[in-house]
């Protein structure tokens, strides 16, 4: 089984959320990848007011916190779609712009071996 790793480059501070396909956000360094299906998305321009309230100005999850609780990322929001170790023992992905644009966004697979 490959392994799987993601990076952030990033210049200004992106707040990133993984959503496993139950429906799961989680920090992106809690999750093991050897096996996973979801998107992650960042968000924006986030803050906390003076109630602790969170929240980012693109990709928020309506939480209030910094954890989603299970909550997707709001309009607008770019997603990459992953699913590690699928079918045949393949990993799949692609970038969408279904629910908006609001970061570059690259995915680059390294190491890899067979056809296409």
Request: proline content about 3%.
């Amino acid at each position: 089984m490959a392994g799987h790793s993601m990076q952030r480059r990033c210049t200004g501070t992106v707040r990133n959320r993984l959503c496993a396909k139950k429906g799961r956000a989680q920090d992106h360094h809690s999750t093991d990848l050897r096996s996973w299906r979801g998107r992650i998305w960042g968000r924006t321009h986030c803050s906390q007011d003076f109630t602790g309230k969170f929240s980012c100005v693109t990709g928020d999850c309506g939480s209030g916190k910094i954890e989603c609780s299970g909550n997707s990322g709001a309009l607008p929001a770019t997603l990459a779609k992953f699913m590690l170790n699928g079918a045949g023992g393949f990993d799949f992905f692609a970038i969408s712009l279904v629910d908006g644009y609001n970061l570059p966004m690259m995915v680059t697979p390294q190491g890899g071996t067979g056809q296409n």
